[in-house]
């Protein structure tokens, strides 16, 4: 079977045509992945303004989707199953993917398959890699999420840990506008950081000893004892607070609260420091990742690590993953470059995975801003 997959969560409007190949061990291949990206018009704002991406959306779906099915060499009626990402994301740009997908499957009388955006990032790894050696331990990373879910079973995602406030690509995205590097924060803090000393600044990294009081589900409870399960959350805000204060000292910037936050005092730094900053900043965030993830995988016994979503597509974090992996003895799976960030491929994968397991669903699903992914 073939399916058609639409994306459309935050800013880049994408669709693709994954195909079923029949071998358990590599279960689907790529036919097309097309992908518009909003970032022009967001870079404007300093980020993603949700009425402009879903009115982007609606300009750019029907052309994405026609050059996905032309690149795929296929028609329309070749296609077994609609795939969409439900949510989470900005609800007005999911509305756009959902009500297109509904639309499309409705008029084939094919059936549309909703599909967790992270469940979309999880199974990027299988896509590129074929099926994880289980258990696994996979870190989900990405402009809106820094979680971690254990994998025993094909498609059962269990979270074991997440972030109690920004995700690590908000962070990068945050401290980009801070030393005027521009939108998305990213990729140009990781380009930045290349000329930079990663000594240079000892930023902080958040070590969590209390209980999240705010979230009583206990991720990991009965997986991992108290303390560890603690250990593996994440927390990005003070490293951010950290380099927003750093700046200010460097710039005599006027401590103006929030008005300073969502300034770019940094800019008026020589290039050598904001590197230095970049290369210091990047350093914290790609050690408490890869600590947490593969302390994790340790109490867990996983068999393999994977690292998904836009984050992965970081080089420091490649690297410095595949090393650590080398030196416990634990493959490590990412995504090439083109999988890691957003796209409709990792959707059309999820999508069949969940077709296969569970059928498609009922009609009546709507566009959900925020949604859990936890046991299916
Ligand atoms: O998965 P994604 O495309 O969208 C979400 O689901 O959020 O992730 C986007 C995030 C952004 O925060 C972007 O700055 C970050 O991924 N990102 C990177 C890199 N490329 C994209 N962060 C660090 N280094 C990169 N090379
Ligand atoms: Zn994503």
Same mark, same amino acid.
């Given at each position: ?5 639409i994306? +459309? ?11 079923? #190949? ?9 036919r097309?992945? @097309? ?7 967001h870079?404007?704002w300093?980020g ?33 199953? @609609? ?6 994301? /900005?609800v007005?740009s999911?509305?756009?993917g ?7 499957a =409705? ?7 909703p ?6 990032h999880i ?10 050696? $289980? ?10 999420h +820094?979680?971690?879910? /254990?994998?025993?079973? &094909? ?27 521009g939108?998305p ?14 000594r ?7 070590? $969590? +000893? ?6 009583p589900?206990a ?5 991992? &004892?108290?303390?560890?399960?603690? !250990? ?6 003070? /490293?951010? #607070? ?5 700046v ?18 940094? %800019?008026? /730094?020589?290039?050598?420091? @904001? %590197? ?6 990047? *350093?914290?965030?790609?050690? +408490?990742?890869?600590? *947490? ?5 340790? =109490? $867990?016994?996983?068999?393999s ?5 836009g984050?992965?597509?970081? #080089? ?10 080398? !030196?416990?003895?634990? &493959? ?8 890691? #960030?957003?796209n ?8 069949? *995975? ?8 009922? =009609? ?8 859990? $992914?936890?046991?299916r």
């Open positions: 079977m073939m399916v058609l997959a994306e +459309t969560s935050c800013d880049e409007t994408a669709a693709a045509v994954v195909a079923e #190949t029949g071998d358990a061990r590599r279960p689907w291949q790529i097309s992945s @097309v992908v518009a990206s909003q970032a022009a018009i870079r404007e300093g993603v303004v949700p009425e402009l991406a879903s009115r982007q959306h609606v300009r750019d779906i029907c052309g994405v989707f026609e050059a996905a099915l032309g690149e795929a060499a296929v028609t329309v009626d070749e296609i077994g199953a @609609v795939a969409v990402t439900q949510g989470p994301g /900005l007005g999911l509305l756009v959902v009500a297109f997908a509904k639309a499309l =409705w008029s084939l009388g094919i059936p549309v398959v599909v967790h955006h992270l469940a979309g199974e990027s790894l299988t896509l590129a890699h074929g099926e994880l050696p $289980l258990p696994a331990a996979v870190l989900v990373v990405s402009g809106g +820094t979680s971690l879910y /254990l994998i025993s079973e &094909p498609g059962q995602y269990r979270l074991i840990g997440r972030t109690r406030d920004d995700a690590a690509g908000e962070a990068y995205d945050k401290v980009a506008k801070l030393l005027g590097l939108y924060g990213g990729p140009a803090i990781d380009r930045v950081a290349r000329g930079g000393n990663d240079a600044v000892e930023f902080p990294a958040a070590r $969590l +000893t209390h209980a999240d009081r705010n979230d589900r991720t990991a409870a009965g997986l991992l &004892p108290a303390e560890v399960a603690r !250990r593996i959350d994440f927390s990005f805000s003070g /490293l951010k #607070t950290a380099v927003l204060r750093l200010r000292e460097r710039t005599g910037a006027a401590p103006a609260g929030k008005a300073a936050a969502t300034g770019s005092a940094g %800019a008026a /730094l020589p290039p050598s420091e @904001v %590197a230095d900053i970049c290369a210091s900043f990047q *350093r914290v965030v790609v050690e +408490t990742l890869l600590d *947490r993830t593969f302390e994790a995988a340790r =109490w $867990l016994g996983a068999r690590v994977g690292i998904a979503g984050v992965s597509a970081n #080089t420091r974090l490649r690297a410095d993953a595949e090393a650590r992996g080398a !030196r416990v003895g634990i &493959p490590v799976m990412i995504p090439p470059i083109a999988l890691s #960030t957003d409709a491929a990792m959707i059309g994968a999820a999508g069949l *995975r969940r077709f296969r397991d569970a059928g498609p669903g009922s =009609w009546d699903f709507n566009a959900e801003a925020s949604l859990p $992914l936890e046991l």
